[in-house]
């Protein structure tokens, strides 16, 4: 089976002679390129009861890294189950216009604190709405900064329970309805939220822009 870590050993040094990456993202693929190999040293395992012993190469610890990490994606995964209510639940997807991508991938640490507070505060003030459901609701979201084509597009994915407590926090209210709130109303409040944090960013200079959105530089919004 090919490993991502084979992909960035075959082309991981072309590719990094023709794009520029961002540090972290340099250091993520030497990782994984290096993880349990002979570039990371090893270690021996000794067996307690028969003494047999076996040398292993080191692992990189990366988070990034899906030949390590394995486990530690597993226990996640369980204490995320563990939080869930013992009541049903929405899954629902926020996403942003692909010709936003290049934005967000140039300007991270601005980009996902708006796209996670756009979708936080439409879940939460819709949910509050008597005509929706008119109670204080939890929900877990989760980033994904790529599609299933594993191309860049960042989208947020949560998990809504079917209900919340009364606002006096007493009593809990079950959704009536097969649907969270129609989309089309959670589509036009994240719009607008996302707008206004993005045009808030725009204009005070928080966003750099890179080759190809230099034209954004120029204020017209």
């Given at each position: 089976m090919i490993e991502i870590q084979d992909i960035f050993n075959q082309f991981g040094d072309e590719y990094r002679r023709n794009h520029k990456l961002p540090l972290h993202?340099?250091?993520?693929?030497?990782?994984?390129?290096?993880c349990r190999t002979a570039e990371l040293g090893g270690h021996v395992d000794e067996c307690n009861e028969c003494g047999h012993i076996r040398i292993s190469y080191n692992s990189c610890r990366n988070r990034h890294c899906p030949k390590c990490q394995t486990l530690a994606k597993e226990r996640w995964l369980q204490k995320r189950k563990e939080d869930l209510l013992p009541v049903g639940r929405f899954h629902i997807v926020f996403t942003i216009p692909q010709e936003l991508n290049?934005?967000?991938?140039?300007?991270?640490?601005?980009?996902?604190?708006?796209?996670?507070?756009?979708?936080?505060?439409?879940?939460?003030?819709?949910?509050?709405?008597?005509?929706?459901?008119?109670?204080?609701?939890?929900?877990m979201s989760i980033l994904h900064t790529w599609g299933q084509n594993l191309m860049n597009h960042p989208h947020i994915h949560c998990i809504v329970p079917r209900g919340g407590l009364t606002f006096d926090g007493t009593r809990w209210i079950s959704s009536k309805k097969d649907f969270f709130i129609p989309v089309k109303v959670l589509s036009r409040k994240f719009r607008g939220k996302f707008l206004f944090y993005l045009k808030k960013a725009y204009q005070s200079n928080a966003l750099k822009y890179t080759t190809g959105i230099q034209e954004l530089t120029e204020k017209h919004l």
């Open positions: 993202i340099l250091k993520t693929m030497i990782a994984i390129e290096s290049f934005i967000t991938l140039t300007n991270p640490k601005e980009m996902y604190p708006i796209l996670f507070n756009s979708v936080s505060e439409t879940l939460l003030e819709l949910s509050r709405d008597k005509k929706y459901l008119g109670a204080e609701i939890g929900f």
